[in-house]
């Protein structure tokens, strides 16, 4: 976790309240920033758990910084979608705080398993934020080295990472990984629409049984494509994992902070043997489920403008201004950064060079195979055939 001095507030700031704790009569939300901006100094969950973070005035400005940018460059691919020049695009629009939290929360071994949505995540791995558009523009699979980024590739299946990281989890414990402070740990992302499949139930049994270290990171953006959060579960979704034998906890997951601090928590408990853990981050899908989706058919514009008076930015801007962190040129400085960003950006996929059909069949196989040569030779048949024609 960042060091800093939390026991003595800058001269003109404001403190934070000391703490809060968990009660026994609605479920536990930890949180380390209202939707106002106001600090908390730390919350101490039923199990005894205390979450806090003690970072330095440039490391909270870092997280400011992270959490505009991606939602910049996320906008631009929106924006390059609608046209035409993407295939699809999954926002992340409002899950900014649990995206940036838990990926500045990983430590440099760790091992992520995303969604097709972590766009934010992978930015915190340093990946070049052009890689998940040369997927999504039809010109590449990725592209990013897995191994070297400790972050794996987009899986479009729902849930199927989950079972993809419970493996790698159980190898890393396996190959003696674990145990100690600068041991592995291994963090899967979904949605709590995947809560109803398979795969991620039977991750959950084999994650526990297996004592795997591993952290089940659920974004509850409260549908599932159009499927509300009710029909998905009759109880808090975090609540599921003391079915299965781990612990569970809520986060605001509008909050960069209170993100940061349970998902580090449940990490190191990981890397320490103690095995997994289910985050919840209680969030909000604010556009589409996808560039093919219209939300307008299933939720009204009330229940959107109350989530906006929660957003995660303009939280963290708050909560910067009111303790005297930062002034208007640093933010104007940032917004110049997102925008030069997003240009690029565009200008990048833009010069995308089209790929040939046939070079489909280049990765297949490392040595190729008979099949697969077949295969190639019908397909560029196929396509001559089309030459000289109106096709």
Known sequence: MAKGDPGVPA???????RSRKATASEPELVQLLTPEGERVESYTGRDGTEYRVDFTDEEYRGLYRDLVLVRK???????????????????????EAAQVGSGRALRTQDMAFPTYREHGVLYCRGID?????GLFRGVDQGGWDPNEFKFNMYTIVIGAQTLHATGYAMGVTMDGRTGTDDGEAVIAYFGDG????????EAFVWASVFNAPLVFFCQNNQYAISEPLERQTRVP???????FG???????????LASYAVTRAALDNARLGQGPTLIEAYTYRMGA????DDPTRYRIASEVEAWQAKDPIARMKAFLTKQQLADDAFFAEVDEQARRESVHLRERVLAMPNPEPSTLFDNVY???SPLLDEQRAQFSRYLESFEGSAH
């Open 11 to 17: 001269r003109g700031r404001r403190a934070a309240p």
């Open 73 to 95: 460059l996320d906008a631009e691919a929106t924006a390059l979608q609608r046209q035409g020049e993407l295939g699809l695009w999954a926002s992340l629009l409002g899950q």
């Open 129 to 133: 934020p052009i890689m998940p558009l």
């Open 194 to 201: 995947a809560t109803s499949q398979g795969d991620v139930n």
């Open 237 to 243: 979704l975090y609540q599921r994992a003391a079915g």
């Open 246 to 256: 781990f612990p569970g906890v809520r986060v605001d997951g509008n909050d960069v």
């Open 289 to 292: 489920h996808t560039t093919s």
């Open 366 to 368: 490392p040595n190729g």
